[in-house]
């Protein structure tokens, strides 16, 4: 009895226990907001690096491309640029080779996140990653290397696929990507056309 | 509970889920939302531990400022406010170990202020033997004593919260109330009362 009388007691004296001040609630969260910022700015991830690296052999692909595009004016044409081998580099090989640097990358990543999946071990780097393979996906498409119509088909499935990783959020959507690629053959088409070997202008004609 | 009346909440564990999933792809309006529902309590309990504003402010930021960072490794096993408060927790026994501030009290102004202003809800003497009491207890107890009899934290939440089983909780705060009755003797005739 004596004992409840004291716990009461003490409950109420203990509120007075160093009383908060009101919540410094938008100081704090400007604070957060500035550390979150500038820890963004500061810290490349990895799958960011791997997607800088992808963009920018799309841009030096397509920045060549329309280099060594017929010009009517005089322009030197692409018959006069001659390739490292001394062989000349014809019109679209440029995007080819972009092209299939983004194919091998989508490949991996493609292969990483199936076996990720079904060892249900996917975490959200997998979707940050897809949103960038997404806007290659539609650079390739939109340059003359989509006009391929084997390619395209391909870009295509691999568009859908990428939107869908893109969206994942739970174990039974990676169970529904893995179905889809599957029953498409995309890891398989993937595969046929990405060739032995590094990638370099002069082992152009794979696609 | 102490520190529910001020907190706006979550309309249901569906929407936490969906700022939760928003948030983790970087949506700033999403983090502002689940912070503008837990940073009370947070802040509320990083206050009670620290006794001063500054630590608070520090203890609850690096809160959520790890919170965010880890969001991908929030697996939604415990509810989101658990695996915060385990965070807010560990920061602030953390920081207070690493600073040790706690130990200097911004008493006399506010008791005084206290005094003129609440009577006899709680004597000042009282108070003031209770804060010495209540600092001198060992961290174990002192945090589960604020979290529940301060706070009014549940014994699952601070289960949730330290990395404990609930008895631990329960055992932890009948030791700190033991621990208070005892230095806290000379007014047993006056509470008997």
Same mark, same amino acid.
């Given at each position: ?207 | ?46 206050? =009670?531990? $620290?006794?001063?504003?500054? /630590? ?7 809160? %959520?400022? +790890?919170?965010? @960072?880890? #969001? ?13 408060? =385990?965070? $807010?927790?560990?920061?602030? /026994? ?7 501030? %706690?130990? +200097?009290?911004? @008493?006399? #102004? ?31 107890? +002192? ?51």
């Amino acid at each position: 009895m004596m004992h409840d009388r004291f716990e009461e007691r003490l409950r109420d004296a203990a509120r007075d226990y160093h009383t908060p001040p009101p919540v410094p609630r938008d100081e704090m969260w400007a604070e957060i907001a500035a550390r979150r910022e500038a820890e963004r700015t500061r810290v490349v991830r990895p799958w960011m690096r791997w997607g800088m690296a992808a963009a920018a052999v799309l841009v030096l692909g397509i920045a060549i491309g329309r280099y060594t595009a017929p010009q009517r004016d005089g322009v030197p044409t692409a018959s006069d640029v001659v390739g490292a081998a001394g062989t000349p580099i014809a019109n679209g090989d440029a995007y080819r080779v972009a092209a299939r640097q983004y194919l091998s990358r989508t490949e991996v990543f493609l292969t990483g996140f199936r076996a990720d999946a079904r060892r249900g071990k996917l975490d959200s780097s997998f979707t940050a990653s897809a949103r960038n393979l997404l806007i290659s996906t539609r650079l390739i498409l939109d340059s003359p290397a989509g006009q391929d119509p084997r390619l395209r088909d391909l870009l295509e499935d691999l568009e859908l696929v990428l939107a869908q990783i893109a969206q994942y959020e739970h174990g039974d959507d990676a169970q529904l990507i893995d179905q889809g690629l599957d029953q498409r053959g995309v890891l398989l088409r993937l595969r046929a056309e990405i060739p032995a070997g590094p990638a370099t202008p002069t082992q152009g004609g794979a696609l | 509970m102490n520190a529910g009346a001020a907190v706006p909440s979550l309309r249901s564990a569906v929407e936490e889920r969906e700022l939760i999933a928003r948030a983790r792809l970087g949506d700033g309006t999403a983090e502002r939302a689940l912070y503008d529902a837990h940073v009370d309590r947070v802040y509320r309990l990083s206050y =009670r531990l $620290a006794a001063d504003d500054d /630590l608070a402010r520090d203890f609850t930021q690096e809160t %959520f400022i +790890r919170a965010f @960072a880890r #969001l991908d490794g929030f697996r939604g096993e415990a509810a989101f406010s658990t695996w915060l408060h =385990r965070i $807010a927790t560990t920061v602030a /026994l953390n920081g207070l170990r690493k600073v040790k501030r %706690f130990h +200097r009290r911004e @008493a006399e #102004l506010d008791e005084a202020a206290e005094m003129v202003s609440r009577g006899r809800a709680a004597e000042p003497d009282l108070k003031s033997r209770l804060r010495q009491a209540i600092d001198a207890l060992p961290v174990g107890y +002192r945090t589960v004593f604020v979290m529940h009899d301060v706070e009014g934290y549940t014994h699952e939440e601070i289960a949730g919260a330290l990395g404990v089983e609930t008895g631990t909780s329960k055992a932890q705060l009948s030791r700190a109330r033991a621990k208070l009755r005892e230095a806290l003797a000379d007014f047993a005739g006056e509470w008997a009362s």
